[in-house]
């Protein structure tokens, strides 16, 4: 139960229709959306986070330890949470028909999804409602003719088509809008990669991506000059871009779009924390920080501190630069450390699966050229793993490397192959305990 005397101090929300959109497999929901039509034609829109930092509080040790982790890792098989399943899957997690504490971003916006105001505020709520995303997806297409309730699928189609006109406007003033398919595994009762599959983003992801992009916008730009946790995007490296515009026009139509998309991506630099705001290039936004996921990341946690300090509580000192910025260091290393963790997970279950099909056929195409061999990704189910220089071609053949145009060429023969190339390869070798996969190219 929730102190009485807390819900006093809070904006209370809980009359308020509410719903949560997440996976259908999650159970820490740190994000809800509610919606209101108000008589005038605008909408009232609240973008409701978990208050975690109502409940972890500086220098306890629940604070220590999520500070070292700095994160919540996603493996294949399991989840390594930032907090204690107490906090991120009970007392923190948006659940149905429980009165929650947030923090929150409330809107007034008109159909065009203009913003007209807006406040963050300590609120108290109680969602009425939670989705999978496949289950909003279906309110979408069928356009609200489901029986799911009226006031649901009329909340969702209204912030669906505002989300629309939000992720227009960010094309439009430049973002990027690269999207790649999420891979899963299906494990059987002794955790063996029985099938892999893919989930892509729908307009289901969009509804809630807009609304949590907006509402990380917001706080960002809310604390004025203070020393703050921004998440900044550098601009791309430009040599690398050039490469990849110069190899395209080279190409093409020879060249896949996911072959420049991939390329493009590998041109970026990498998105970190920082107290100095460089804006976020791949977003297009000159403010931009990481609120709407406390449960699972911990700068978010360090946002909503700030938010109070600065906006909420009254207080008028700053926090200092240098330990902000100490702290922006820590996570953003934490944050490499956890998807270099995952991509290890994936690359060590796409090996379980492939040890099944040793000897087996797949067709691929190349997605990495290096001077020790091929990168081959398999179209069905888009493992990757290395055709070795020394099994291509006649033996002793020489292959040299064409770094600038992304091939091998046969110095003998003249034979090519190059970055997109369609191939087909076997499965030769599997190494699990090293998550190493060998292929070799099958001639035709």
């Known amino acids: 139960m929730i102190d009485q005397k807390e819900i006093l101090r809070r904006r209370d929300m809980r009359d308020v229709f509410t719903f949560t959109i997440d996976p259908a497999d999650a159970k820490d929901f740190d994000d809800a959306l509610s919606f209101v039509r108000n008589e005038d034609g605008t909408y009232q829109i609240g973008v409701h986070i978990a208050d975690v930092s109502h409940y972890v509080k500086p220098g306890s040790k629940t604070d220590e330890d999520a500070y070292k982790r700095g994160t919540s890792v996603y493996l294949v098989d399991r989840v390594l949470p930032m907090l204690p399943e107490e906090l991120c899957n009970d007392l923190c997690s948006l659940r149905p028909n429980e009165d929650k504490l947030c923090m929150s971003v409330v809107f007034t916006m008109d159909a065009d999804a203009r913003v007209l105001k807006q406040k963050i505020c300590r609120t108290v709520i109680r969602s ?67 099938e892999i599959y893919f989930e892509h983003p729908n307009e289901a992801h969009h509804l809630i ?45 020879r060249v896949l779009a996911q072959v420049i998309d991939m390329l493009t991506i590998r041109a970026q630099a990498k998105a970190v924390y920082s107290t100095h705001n460089i804006g976020h290039y791949g977003l297009a936004f000159s403010h931009y920080t990481h609120f709407t996921s406390p449960i699972r990341r ?10 109070d300090k600065y906006l909420l509580s009254g207080k008028g000192d700053t926090w200092p630069q240098d330990q902000l910025e100490e702290i922006c260091e820590h996570c953003s290393a934490c944050e490499q450390e956890a998807q270099q963790a995952e991509r290890e997970s994936i690359k060590m279950f796409q090996a379980m699966w492939l040890e099944q099909h040793i000897g087996e056929t797949f067709a691929g195409r190349i997605t990495g050229v290096t001077d020790f061999g091929l990168f081959i990704q398999l179209d069905e189910n888009r493992c990757e793993g290395l055709v070795h220089v020394a099994t291509l071609g006649k033996d002793g053949e020489y292959w040299q490397h064409d770094e600038k145009n992304y091939r091998l060429i046969a110095d003998g023969s003249g034979k090519t192959y190059t970055l997109g190339d369609a191939v087909k390869v076997q499965v030769a070798r599997v190494d699990v305990n090293r998550s190493q996969i060998d292929f070799a190219i099958v001639e035709e």
């Open 298 to 307: 911990y700068p978010d946690l360090m946002v909503h501190r700030l938010i």
């Open 209 to 253: 991506e807009e609304f949590m992009l907006l509402a990380n916008r917001t706080v960002a730009r809310s604390v004025g000059g203070k020393p703050f946790v921004y998440r900044v995007h550098d601009i791309p490296n430009s040599d690398k871009l050039d490469e990849v515009k110069q190899f395209k026009k080279r190409m093409g139509s």
């Open 128 to 194: 009425n409602a939670r989705l999978n995303y496949d289950e909003a997806q279906e309110i979408i297409k069928d356009e609200g003719r489901k029986a799911k309730g009226e006031e649901l699928e009329n909340a969702i189609m209204a912030l669906h088509g505002m989300a629309e006109k939000l992720r227009a406007e960010r094309i439009a003033n430049g973002a990027l809008t690269i999207e790649q398919d999420e891979m899963r595994f299906r494990l059987d009762s002794k955790g063996q990669p029985t």
